[in-house]
């Protein structure tokens, strides 16, 4: 094996770790657990070639993957979001190709599909649906975000002799809000769509959400009517690298598909060779802290998203936060912050999304340089403020 010098590298990668290091300080738009690091893969990942083309139920002919481990992992996610035993699943690319193989297996079941979700959906999920030429439904969503099911049943009663696919979302990309998918089943089965599929792209929130207490977890998971569900993995699970698992309820449409002789494994995903090190990463992550610290890192960080929720509100911003997220959102702030942090949600709200290794310092430091920028209050307010014992530093920016 030959090691590659740092004599011509060194320097640009030295320079890279510093630029990406400082500019993670400042990044709170773009979810992404810092919290953990893996230095226990580093032989594995710097040192094997490791390609899980294909199934990961079927070895193939080669045999440097990590297919072993990937069932395993799909298992260990089945497990959190209560997938029955016929559950089925691969390690993917993101969030985005977990939607794009729940869409593409609908559409191969059901040729005349209609795919439905929220104004508040990714955005991969109308993209993807233009890629699969498939008609596609915007259902309107509520001010917090939630997908409004009045709207969905009337879309849905319209075209009721049409096979649907809901895209519900487990934690929206702006407000974090969890769509209600016992909600969404019970529309379905009013309305006797049998021919349905229910994804639940839970990029954020799926296992942050799966592991509350029973009494307190939204309805969102296969006990709750999904047909699939998708997590991103270097979302709340911190693998750093970006990765995803999909998880079915039963074994989709494609995963009989004949095998490739060339490859010895059936050709089930959307890519041809397939990352075992992403599979080495969630695995290590989910079989070597296990739920109860996983349960502690992203209770820290709720905890930490309320305390600058507060803070925030405080100072006069109309910060708000949907139950259980790790996401603070408010109007859009003043543009002179924006050229230090990056905040940026939509057209309607910015936000900070506080995930495990965020750390108070940031949102401290991101509180007094917005409190900097707000207009002073007049001086006759700040008297009425006095005199009626509020706070008269509510200006707001
Ligand atoms: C709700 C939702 N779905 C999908 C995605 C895309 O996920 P990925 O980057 O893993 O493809 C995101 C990313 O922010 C998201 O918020």
New binding site residues.
């Given amino acids: 094996m030959t090691l590659i010098p740092a004599r011509d590298t060194g320097p640009t990668l030295r320079d890279l770790l510093e630029k990406a290091s400082a500019g993670q300080r400042y990044n709170l738009a ?2 992404g657990a810092t919290d953990l690091t893996h230095q226990i893969l580093a032989e594995l990942m710097t040192t094997q070639l490791l390609n899980n083309v294909g199934s990961p139920y079927d070895g193939g002919h080669g045999h440097n993957h990590t297919k072993g481990l990937e069932v395993e992992v799909v298992d260990m996610v089945g497990d959190m979001m209560r997938a029955p035993a016929t559950r089925w699943g691969y390690v993917t690319g ?4 977990c939607t794009e193989h729940a869409l593409l297996n609908a559409r191969m079941q059901f040729p005349d599909l209609v795919v439905y979700s929220s104004a508040d959906a ?1 955005y ?1 999920v109308a993209k993807i649906t233009r890629k699969l030429m498939l008609p596609f439904v915007t259902v309107a969503s509520t001010p917090t975000g939630q997908m409004d099911l009045t709207d969905l049943e009337g879309e849905l009663a319209r075209r009721r002799d049409r096979p649907a696919m809901i895209v519900a ?1 487990a ?3 702006v407000t974090e809000a969890v769509d209600d998918v016992a909600g969404i089943t019970a529309i379905c089965r009013r309305l006797a769509l049998t021919r349905r599929r229910i994804h639940v ?1 839970a ?2 929130s799926g296992p942050p959400l799966a592991l509350l207490p029973e009494t307190v977890r939204p309805a969102f998971d296969f006990t709750a009517g999904a047909t699939s569900i998708g997590i ?1 993995g ?1 979302k709340s699970l911190g693998t750093l690298m ?1 990765c ?1 698992v999909i998880v079915y309820a039963e074994a989709p449409y494609a995963a009989a598909i004949a095998r490739v002789s060339y490859t010895g494994t059936r050709d089930v995903t959307i890519t041809g060779s397939r990352s075992g090190h992403t599979p080495l990463l969630l695995w290590s992550v989910l079989a070597g802290l296990g739920s109860d610290l996983h349960t502690n890192r992203f209770d820290a960080a709720r905890q930490l998203a309320e305390q600058a929720r507060a803070r925030l509100a405080d100072i006069g911003v109309d910060a708000q936060r949907n139950p259980h997220a790790f996401t603070v959102y408010f109007p859009p702030p003043p543009p002179e912050l924006l050229k230090k942090w990056t905040v940026t949600g939509d057209e309607r709200y910015s936000h900070i999304i506080v995930m495990p290794g965020t750390e108070a310092e940031q949102l401290d430091e991101l509180v007094t340089d917005w409190q900097l920028l707000m207009r002073p209050v007049p001086a006759p307010r700040r008297k009425l403020a006095r005199l009626l014992g509020t706070a008269a530093t509510k200006g707001g920016p």
């Fill in positions: 773009f979810p993101g969030s985005t190709e990714h991969s979302t934690g929206t990309t792209d990029a954020l991103s270097h970006p995803g």
